[in-house]
């Protein structure tokens, strides 16, 4: 590989050392966010999940992990494992999205508003990454009226280890 400019021999990452990298990577600041560079996301997500998160695309309805999930358990941001939303919040839209009427706590996402394709959307993102997460509408179900409309691939489900805790 004369001329290519690398030196670094090539070799085969695997699932220890991805994950012992993003552990790395993966700190707060001072203000209690992860910043992190394209390059280092690149490293810790996937193709699709960096499409999503970083660069706010949306997957294909009925194509997610989680569209039409019934465990019970705890979803977290694919991206830095913030716990977002619980499976007893989810609730069947029809959308081809998952989808949640609240969050587990507000300060767990921001908005703001999104005016792109000429539509006025109220953006949802991981108060900690960043990381866009999906839209939100107030064509929902009570009690808050809100269609948390989000992409699987920004989400990572946490599945609940006791079932029929006593909480
Ligand atoms: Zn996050």
């Known amino acids: 590989m004369a001329g290519c400019g690398s030196e670094e021999p090539m070799r085969t990452v695997?699932?220890?050392?991805?994950?012992?990298?993003?552990a790395e990577?993966?700190?707060?600041?001072?203000?209690?966010?992860i910043v992190l560079t394209d390059e280092q996301w690149r490293k810790i997500l996937t193709s699709e999940q960096y499409r999503i998160t970083r660069e706010q695309g949306t997957e294909r309805a009925f194509t997610?992990?989680?569209?039409?999930?019934?465990?019970?358990?705890?979803?977290?941001?694919?991206?830095?494992?913030?716990?977002?939303?619980?499976?007893?919040?989810?609730f069947k839209s029809g959308t081809g999205w998952p989808s949640f009427w609240e969050p587990i706590d507000p300060k767990m996402i921001g908005t703001h508003s999104d005016t792109a394709y000429g539509m006025v959307r109220t953006e949802?993102?991981?108060s900690r990454c960043d990381a866009h997460l999906g839209h939100i509408f107030n064509d929902g179900p009570r009690p808050t009226g809100q269609r948390h409309c989000i992409n699987s691939a920004s989400l990572r489900l946490e599945a609940d280890s006791s079932p029929g805790g006593s909480d």
């Open 64 to 90: 997610g992990k989680y569209w039409d999930t019934k465990t019970d358990g705890v979803y977290r941001c694919v991206a830095c494992d913030q716990p977002l939303y619980s499976s007893k919040a989810k």
């Open 124 to 126: 949802v993102h991981c």
């Open 14 to 22: 695997t699932k220890t050392e991805a994950a012992t990298e993003a």
């Open 25 to 33: 990577l993966l700190v707060e600041n001072a203000d209690g966010k």
